[in-house]
């Protein structure tokens, strides 16, 4: 099992922009998918993006255009670009780490971080 952190949540204006990280500390980085979900108050939680270890990425359609994530292997991150942000992306946004599995797959899931506050507001 790995340990994730969640970093750069916060409060941003309609239309603005921020960027979350997750530090995975643990072996096998390179080879596991990681996926972003978050969850917002009195919702279900929702898959927001994934990333395999090939970097083939998939989004929620809420999300298309507006948000890109990536893996930086050397620095065992991966982040959550969110631009054009609207207030129903205000959420907990938590990222996950699957199991070490080919290029092309997401892996089950193994750990997840304990999330961070979007909130988005004017």
């Known amino acids: 099992q790995v340990q994730l952190v969640e970093s750069g949540g916060g409060l941003v204006q309609p239309g603005g922009s921020l960027r979350l990280s997750c530090a995975v500390s643990g072996s096998g980085f390179s080879s596991r998918g990681m996926v972003w979900h978050r969850q917002a108050p009195g919702k279900q939680r929702e898959l927001v993006a994934t990333i395999t270890p090939a970097s083939i990425t998939r989004y929620a359609d809420s999300v298309k255009g507006r948000f890109t994530i990536s893996r930086d292997n050397a620095k065992n991150t991966v982040y959550l670009q969110m631009n054009s942000l609207k207030p129903e992306d205000t959420a907990v946004y938590y990222c996950?780490?699957?199991?070490?599995?080919?290029?092309?797959?997401?892996?089950?899931?193994?750990?997840w971080g304990q999330g961070t506050q979007v909130t988005v507001s004017s």
């Open positions: 996950v780490a699957g199991r070490p599995a080919g290029p092309l797959s997401l892996g089950t899931y193994d750990s």
